[in-house]
């Protein structure tokens, strides 16, 4: 099996090796050096590229039927999911960010990512996910604040990715917004 190329979705399962390094590098501490790399998951969703801090990745895994959960009709709230005997809450990315519509059904590429703290962390369906790259901080820019509504208040910093502008989101804000659509 060969190693995955950045920006285009992933689409085999990686091979145990491949799964290990790709862990260890992940777990290993960010240096305060200001040259340090930093993990982010590229991931496509609603036809746009975003990334998160991979150290805030508890895990990623095929997308699943998303349960619903009655009388919470909150657009960003999309119900719950069963992953590994686990319950996981579900948000709506493209809801809580203005993307436009609601998830459609799951094509092949499609892939959840659960964020936040363990056993309260929150699960939500992208289209595909690109991988980890490695950013310098220098290489990360602050959001301007003429950003749309929804997108600019997750939008933590901007990265420049394979010639692509990639919004890198809060996932503290992500996580606020889903809990007060679930409530």
């Known amino acids: 099996m060969s190693a995955h190329t950045p920006g285009v979705p992933a689409r085999a399962r990686l091979s145990e090796s491949a799964l290990e390094a790709q862990t260890a590098a992940l777990a290993a501490p960010l ?6 790399q930093q993990p982010l998951l590229c991931f496509r969703c609603a036809g746009e590229r975003f990334a998160v801090p991979a ?3 508890q895990r ?3 997308a699943l039927p998303v349960r619903r959960v009655p009388h919470r009709d909150r ?3 999309r119900g719950l999911v069963a992953h590994e005997g686990e319950l996981l809450l579900v948000g709506s990315l493209e809801r809580l960010l203005d993307l436009g519509p609601a998830t459609p059904p799951p094509a092949p590429s499609a892939r959840m990512i659960v964020v936040g703290p363990e056993h309260h962390g929150w699960a939500f369906q992208v289209d595909a996910v690109d991988g980890v790259v490695r950013m310098a901080a220098s290489e990360l820019a602050p959001a301007p604040t003429t950003l749309r509504r929804g997108l600019g208040t997750a939008t933590r910093l901007l990265a420049r990715i394979e010639g692509e502008q990639v919004a890198v989101l809060h996932t503290e804000v992500l996580l606020r917004g889903w809990e007060g659509a679930a409530a």
């Open 31 to 36: 240096s305060q050096n200001p040259g340090a």
């Open 55 to 57: 150290q805030e990745v």
């Open 60 to 62: 990623v895994f095929d």
């Open 75 to 77: 657009p960003a709230f």
